[in-house]
T-cell receptor, first 114, second 113 residues
Framework: GQQLNQSPQSMFIQEGEDVSMNCTSSSIFNTWLWYKQDPGEGPVLLIALYKAGELTSNGRLTAQFGITRKDSFLNISASIPSDVGIYFC??????????????FGQGTELSVKP | DGGITQSPKYLFRKEGQNVTLSCEQN?????MYWYRQDPGQGLRLIYY???????QKGDIAEGYSVSREKKESFPLTVTSAQKNPTAFYLC????????????FGSGTRLTVV
């Protein structure tokens, strides 16, 4: 089946540093989404991207939908301790041909040292 | 406020027993999903349903069963046939097209002893 390659798998950074993570796939997606999962909780949607080339910001977060529609990245600027968690990318398949299912990356576990 | 509720948050069961995890949503979403998450692992799809009284197997359906008798509810039963049931289980829902992504519940941690 379709797979997303998310990297890095984990990151250990100092508070105040910037963070960058990305997802790539051999499949084309109509939508890219980025989720954050706090420890022991369900993932929460951070950013949704709907158009190839789209660059969207949400506070300190910036995400881009790759031009080829096969990749996306997420940047977090000036990290703070509450950024700790697991970040998942997800690509959405075409609804009419493939049911609109989300395919998730393996996650990037972020640790922030105060 | 609309949302998706999973219960209980923590569940302990003896090996060989079936156990049912609850998932209820009041978002008027047509589609619902069950995922399993193991430590250091991503999300693996167990079952999903796009309409009442219909559901499909995901990637790891063996040892699990579901029902979708009501739009709001999508309970997951972990049967004794599931060899490694201890995990974190996440329920999610979406519109039929999934256009705004999935909304997740807060999860149920199942421990089988």
């Amino acid at each position: 089946g379709q797979q997303l390659n998310q990297s890095p798998q984990s990151m250990f950074i100092q508070e105040g540093e910037d963070v960058s993570m990305n997802c790539t796939s051999s499949s084309i997606f109509n939508t890219w989404l980025w989720y954050k999962q706090d420890p022991g909780e369900g993932p929460v949607l951070l950013i949704a991207l709907y158009k190839a080339g789209e660059l969207t910001s949400n506070g300190r977060l910036t995400a881009q939908f790759g031009i080829t529609r096969k990749d996306s990245f997420l940047n977090i600027s000036a990290s703070i301790p509450s950024d700790v968690g697991i970040y998942f990318c997800a690509g959405q398949l075409d609804f009419y041909n493939q049911g609109g299912k989300l395919i998730f990356g393996q996650g990037t576990e972020l640790s922030v040292k105060p | 406020d609309g949302g998706i509720t999973q219960s209980p948050k923590y569940l302990f069961r003896k090996e060989g027993q079936n156990v049912t995890l609850s998932c209820e949503q009041n978002l008027n979403h047509d589609a619902m999903y069950w995922y399993r998450q193991d430590p250091g692992q991503g999300l693996r799809l167990i079952y999903y349903s796009q309409i009442v009284n219909d559901f499909q197997k995901g990637d790891i359906a063996e040892g699990y069963s579901v029902s979708r008798e009501k739009k709001e509810s999508f309970p997951l039963t972990v049967t004794s046939a599931q060899k490694n049931p201890t995990a974190f289980y996440l329920c999610a829902s979406s519109t039929i097209t999934g256009g705004d992504g999935y909304t997740f519940g807060s999860g149920t941690r199942l421990t089988v002893v």
